[in-house]
């Protein structure tokens, strides 16, 4: 293998959805960069996460030439249904969004997809590459040390940006400077399956039963994904399929008419729910983009579609030439972005404490929650905050 570069314009520091789209936008716009990625191409590739995609990010992905397989295998959705109280609502996004459609397409497809683009025709993108030091990031010559293949390599940089996830080295370097981050935990966890059946619902389905939430979402035409809450400590083994599609059942269920269908698991996992929200998203030369700066509950569906856009937002910033204007516009970009985050957030709390129920709620809390979602669904005007907030359509009008 030839020796990997030892300088160059952006230093990227992992391969998830947020640097990808960074290198690929900046490989767009004609600026150099190298991709460093810990795990291995298949690792990658397989990860299981998400799988909703807001139209700001459905366009960013075709704008970038990673849209071809999404407009050909995506499912697309007009909107979701909530459950509750044994009925299902329909939040028709035609109507309450300007026409906002979501795409049902797996973060797994979309790492693919721009590692395929990335492989083609650069920027570098090093697999099995662990960065163990950044340094000199209040000089001008920003480094990264890394290990690969057994050996010790640098990379001198005119910025890093660190999208390496919330347990990465960009989050660490940040809270050493003296960053704060606000983290909340939730007191459930979410039970997720794959399976190999055909999905039960033509859309996303929310559920709030009395016997805590499910979601019933889809990976294709013939791949369901469903979760259900369960307790923080839960661990994958204690649950036989059987059981668990018992309990999928018992609160998906709605009225007559409906089943759930169910066929061969082939994979459990349990997704602890957190927030977490860092600042500042800046340390000298360095920058943080993605989970590395902000984990949101899954309720919201919402972790991808901040981290995609946080590279889009990043690049502007980056590809202003007057360095002085662009010092500032990496300023504003860590200022802004913090505060999307926090608006993100409150959405996907808010959500997540309308469906679930936490081990404290009482009759009273209970009834509150069925409220909110009795609003939803009987009053146009706070189906309509809820339905753009949901697709990311608030947020673009605030920006
Ligand atoms: P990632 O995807 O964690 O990528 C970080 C990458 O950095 C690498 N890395 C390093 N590389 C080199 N050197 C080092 N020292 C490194 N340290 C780390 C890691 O190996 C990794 O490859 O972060 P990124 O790019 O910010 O992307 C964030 C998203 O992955 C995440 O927000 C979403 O998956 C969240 N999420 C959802 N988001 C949505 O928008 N819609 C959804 O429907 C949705 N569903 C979900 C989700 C997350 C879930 N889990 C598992 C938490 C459903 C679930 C179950
Ligand atoms: C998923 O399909 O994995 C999914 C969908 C909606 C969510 C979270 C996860 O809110």
């Not at 979601?215 to 400590?233: E, I």
Request: hydrophobic share 45%; with cysteine.
């Amino acid at each position: 293998m030839s020796a990997p570069p030892q300088a160059t314009t952006v230093g990227v520091i992992g391969a998830g959805p947020a640097g990808l789209a960074l290198a690929r936008l900046l490989r767009l716009a004609g600026v150099d960069c190298v991709l460093l990625e810990r795990r291995d191409r298949a690792y990658v590739e397989q990860r299981q996460r998400a799988g909703t995609l807001e139209p700001a990010t459905i366009d960013l992905l075709r704008r970038i030439g990673a849209g071809e397989r999404l407009d050909r295998e995506a499912l697309f959705l007009d909107g979701i249904e909530l459950r509750f109280a044994g009925r299902g609502h329909f939040v028709d996004f035609a109507a309450l969004a300007d026409g906002a459609r979501l795409a049902v397409y797996p973060q797994t497809k979309i790492v693919q997809d721009l590692v395929a683009l990335q492989t083609q025709d650069g920027p570098p993108l090093l697999f099995e590459a662990d960065v163990h030091t950044v340094s000199d990031l209040d000089g001008s010559r920003p480094t990264l040390g890394f290990r690969m293949a057994g050996r010790d390599h640098t990379l001198r940089c005119q910025y890093i940006v660190a999208c390496d996830g919330a347990y990465g080295i960009g989050r660490r370097t940040v809270l050493a400077a003296g960053g704060h981050l606000q983290e909340h935990t939730y007191p459930y966890a979410w039970y997720g399956i794959l399976a190999d059946v055909a999905p039960s619902t033509d859309t996303l389905l929310y559920a709030r039963s009395d016997h805590g939430f499910a979601l019933h979402s889809m990976r294709s035409p013939t791949v369901s994904r469903l979760y259900f809450q369960v307790p923080a400590d839960h661990v994958p083994e204690q649950w036989a399929d059987e059981a668990i599609w018992d309990e999928l059942a018992r609160r998906l269920a709605a009225g007559t008419g409906w089943k759930l269908e169910r066929g061969p698991i082939t994979a459990k996992s349990v997704i602890g729910m957190s927030s977490e929200l860092l600042a500042p998203m800046r340390v000298g030369r360095m920058l943080l983009a993605g989970d590395a700066a902000h984990v949101m509950p899954p309720t919201g569906a919402k972790g991808l579609n901040l981290a995609v856009a946080d590279a889009n937002a990043l690049c502007q910033a980056l590809l202003v030439s007057e360095p002085a204007d662009r010092e500032r516009a990496l300023d504003q970009y860590a200022q802004q972005r913090v505060l999307q985050a926090r608006r993100v957030e409150r959405f996907s709390r808010f959500m997540t404490r309308t469906m679930h129920i936490a081990p404290e709620d009482d009759a009273e809390t209970a009834a509150r929650r069925l409220g909110v979602l009795e609003r939803i669904a009987g009053s146009p005007e706070t189906a309509q905050l809820f339905a753009r907030e949901y697709v990311g359509r608030s947020r673009a009008e605030a920006a």
